[in-house]
């Protein structure tokens, strides 16, 4: 049975109740605003009118309660009898305060929420108009400083000035390239704009331009080594010697010798020659890589801040190796993978792998591999072409194993460097391996199949999938724990098996009585049996011993202990100039001891002697690749994993490639022979 009460005070719904009245609803429903609220409690306990009212009624719980005009009801949902007293002459009826307090909250979080809605809708509709305006604001911002900093403070003599300059145009040129690029390999093709390439007499004008800059390429070359070269500098005709053998020998050892196409040899030669003739033979080249080699060391220097603060200053310093060279790699590392993130590498390595092909005629695989070994390490490069390694030809398996023994990775560079091995020589090497590589390899193992992969699918470079530059910066860090480690381990391993050997080699040669410098080591022995290629080289006499001994460990051993050995070189070297250009070093001279040289006035020897400079930078050169014996192992193994179907065909290709990247190594050694005149 339901009870009338007068409730004085009670507003019907819509006339500005508060928040708890506006879901009552009429025709005695339950009000859900009420559910489980503090309205509840009123089941607990009497509630009496005030004094003199009579209309008081005992109202049995699980009835229900009713306000004929407001609606109000309330239903017991546990059943339990109690009574409730009214007061008809309440002002008004309240609920408690934290259900206000809760339902302001909650239309306040619903607003806020409404809010951020609309703004990421908005953002999400215009995100691409929202950053365009971004970056232009930016970039107008930074010409504002660019045009300031030119007119008011630029003076050539100032490299920070000069920096910024070449800097901003670097940028500039990398972002109206990247716009030229989605405008033209996007869905706008060159082809359209040009007409079909591909049609008969297209092909027909390509290979007379082709045929007309080959003959031009040659006579240049020829003439310039006649004038500049032999009558010039007649000793350097040795280093083109070295390249005439090489290059006959590759071709009586090629797996096809009459299916070589020479257009890949030819121009990938040629490449190396330009670019060694703008470094060696242009003011403008020598100083340009010279300063950006002292650029990049300056760069890495960077790296000690964290060595100091890790191991101590100065420390870090005492363990030279281990904190200082060592370290660069995980700087220089933390570098590329935030660049991988940025997009940067992908455009650089795509736009060079491109013109590779271009110009060499090679595979969009093989020369992306290429390219980007100018960069990585000879593991990782493969990986931008995994989905394609498993069909592949034998011949651009061949090429991309080649790609890998030719060169080295960007984070060793950083090591060498910090070893004070020439940074400008060290950075041209690396650049000139790459069509280095491709040469050789199409020489010594040359193409006889078509390939299957679409250019449009290799280049189609993704970024990296980090989440922003902070996690790129940590990966990169962490990755290079890995090959620090790897080194470490293999540089204690080597040099310990390189001690016992050479202990070995001296005990037996002592048996029979060679004592001193006749004495017999892994060194003496590679001295000779790499004499001919060092000779070939170009190598001053004083240094062709040196230098072969130098091969024979990186052949042998490795890159790192031949580096370390130079880098012995390259300081006794500078030592003894500096020891010389001094009065008293002067006035004291030196003495010879073997191959070691004491300084007189300070009574010390120069363990090993010096090289010249013509010996170091042949030398810098011809060291500069992964091709070793235990290399061969890393790439098989790294190729193995991407395509086990064609680890069979790996294990064919992959000895003549180490061969094959030792003579790309040796051709890039003789060019710079063939062009070198001194500092």
Known sequence: MSQDIQLKGIKKTGEDD????????????????????????????NVNTLPGESNIHSVDINTDIILE?????????????????????????????DEDDDEYNNKFARGIAASRAAIFDGYSEHKKVFWTAFWILIALLYLGYFCYAMAKYFDTDDEGAVRLLVVTILVFVFIIGSLLSSFFLGERKIGSLFGDLDSPKAEKAFTILHWILVAATSLFIIIFIIVDVALREPRNLISGLGMIVFILLFFVFS????????????????????????????????????????????????????????????QYLMHFFAFKVLTVIIFFSAVISVLYYLGV????????????????????????????????????????????????????????????????????????????????????????????ALAMSKLFWPETKQSKARAEEVYNMKKGTESNIIEAASNGAAVSIGLIANIAVNLIAFLAFLHFFDSTLIWFGHRVGL???????????????????????????????????????????????????????????????????????????????????????????????????????????????FSNIGSIGIMLGALGIMAPNRKKDITKVIVRAMIAGNVACFMTACISGLLYQGP
């Open 515 to 625: 004592h001193g410098n006749d004495e017999v080591s892994f060194t003496f022995i590679c001295s000779y049996v790499f004499y001919p290629i060092s000779w070939l080289l170009g190598t001053p006499p004083s240094d062709v011993r040196k230098v072969a001994g130098l091969i024979g460990t990186k052949t042998f051993l490795n890159e790192f202990v031949a580096y370390a050995d130079l880098a012995v070189f390259i300081n006794n070297t500078n030592v003894y100039h500096d020891y010389m250009r001094n009065e008293t070093g002067f006035n004291n001279g030196t003495t010879w001891n073997g191959n070691d040289i004491i300084l007189n006035y300070y009574n010390e020897p120069l363990v090993g002697g010096i090289m010249t400079d013509r010996g170091i930078v042949i030398a810098t050169y011809a060291l500069c690749g």
């Open 255 to 314: 797996k096809h010798p009459a299916k070589v196409k020479f257009r890949p040899v030819f121009w990938g030669l040629a490449l190396q020659f330009y670019f060694a003739l703008l470094i060696l033979r242009t003011k403008f080249g020598y100083d340009a890589f010279e300063w950006l080699g002292e650029r990049v060391r300056e760069f890495l220097e960077h790296t000690d801040a964290g060595s100091s603060f890790v191991f101590g200053n100065p």
């Open 345 to 436: 590498m992908q455009f650089v390595i795509c736009y060079i792998a491109r013109f590779l092909a271009w110009c060499l005629d090679t595979s969009p695989t093989e020369s992306l591999n290429a390219a980007a070994n100018i960069f990585i390490g000879q593991s990782e490069s493969p990986l931008m072409i995994r989905p394609f390694v498993k069909d592949m030809t034998k011949s651009e398996l061949h090429a991309v194993c080649t790609g890998g023994f030719a060169t080295i990775a960007g984070s060793v560079l950083a090591a060498y460097i910090a070893m004070d091995v020439p940074a400008n020589h060290l950075l041209s090497a690396s650049v000139m391996s790459a069509p280095a």
């Open 18 to 45: 508060p928040p708890a009245y506006a879901n009552i609803e009429n025709q005695g429903k339950t009000n859900l605003a009420y559910e489980g609220s503090s309205q509840e409690s009123l089941n607990d306990k």
């Open 69 to 97: 005009e407001n609606g109000l009801r309330h239903r017991n949902n546990r059943g339990q009898d109690k009574s409730i007293d009214f007061d008809d002459e309440v002002e008004q009826y309240e609920e408690s305060s």
